[in-house]
T-cell receptor, first 113, second 115 residues
Framework: KAGVTQTPRYLIKTRGQQVTLSCSPI?????VSWYQQTPGQGLQFLFE???????NKGNFPGRFSGRQFSNSRSEMNVSTLELGDSALYLC????????????FGSGTRLTVV | AQKVTQAQTEISVVEKEDVTLDCVYE???????LFWYKQPPSGELVFLIR??????QNEISGRYSWNFQKSTSSFNFTITASQVVDSAVYFC????????????FGAGTTVTVRA
């Protein structure tokens, strides 16, 4: 059974650019959530999608957005990149609620220069 | 306010020693779920254990065991007979209610097991 797949693994962008990260959940999982991990702030929740609907959103500026497709794959987009957006972005998939737990991908390491 | 507190920043032990990681959580919900994850240098968060708020039974799974006490809002995790491969950052996390759909993580505890 394939795990959660995140692409790309590494990314280097210039300040002011935008970036799109992709996440393919475990087959059958309809919930995808995104987290940002930085040395200073730790692991912080960005947003969660279920059946193409955003059900919860963390405290991040509007530059951070996401979407989910009908096949449950999800993308997150960061516009007008800032140096502080450099982080490991982790995607997690779940059957639907915390009841079932969350399986994480290997993450995308974004560096903004 | 921090919902999950891991007071230990780093722990260093010699192989075969036991390691206990502390976790204190805060929630007003009666239904919630607690998790422990391991993050090796590769970056992926690896699921270790999950506990719901209605089950205070403490269990042992291989070299892992946990102690869940609602009275003190603690969910401690123990690695018995540690091995070098256990070296990683360990995170305690909380999922609140039945409609929260997110994890609140502690700051993590870095465990280093020396040969």
């Amino acid at each position: 059974k394939a795990g959660v797949t995140q692409t790309p693994r590494y990314l280097i962008k210039t300040r002011g650019q935008q970036v799109t990260l992709s996440c393919s959940p475990i087959s059958g999982h309809r919930s995808v959530s995104w987290y940002q991990q930085t040395p200073g702030q730790g692991l912080q929740f960005l947003f969660e999608y279920f059946s193409e609907t955003q059900r919860n959103k963390g405290n991040f500026p509007g530059r951070f957005s996401g979407r989910q497709f009908s096949n449950s794959r999800s993308e997150m987009n960061v516009s007008t990149l800032e140096l502080g957006d450099s982080a490991l972005y982790l995607c997690a998939s779940s059957l639907g609620t915390g009841t079932y737990g969350y399986t994480f991908g290997s993450g995308t390491r974004l560096t903004v220069v | 306010a921090q919902k999950v507190t891991q007071a230990q920043t780093e722990i260093s032990v010699v192989e075969k020693e036991d390691v206990t990681l502390d976790c204190v959580y805060e929630t007003r919900d009666t239904t919630y779920y607690l998790f422990w994850y391991k993050q090796p240098p590769s970056g992926e968060l690896v699921f270790l254990i999950r506990r719901n708020s209605f089950d205070e039974q403490n269990e042992i799974s291989g070299r892992y065991s946990w102690n869940f006490q609602k009275s003190t809002s603690s969910f401690n995790f123990t690695i018995t007979a540690s091995q070098v491969v256990d070296s990683a950052v360990y995170f305690c996390a909380l999922s609140e209610g039945t409609n929260d759909y997110k994890l609140s993580f502690g700051a993590g505890t870095t465990v280093t097991v020396r040969a």
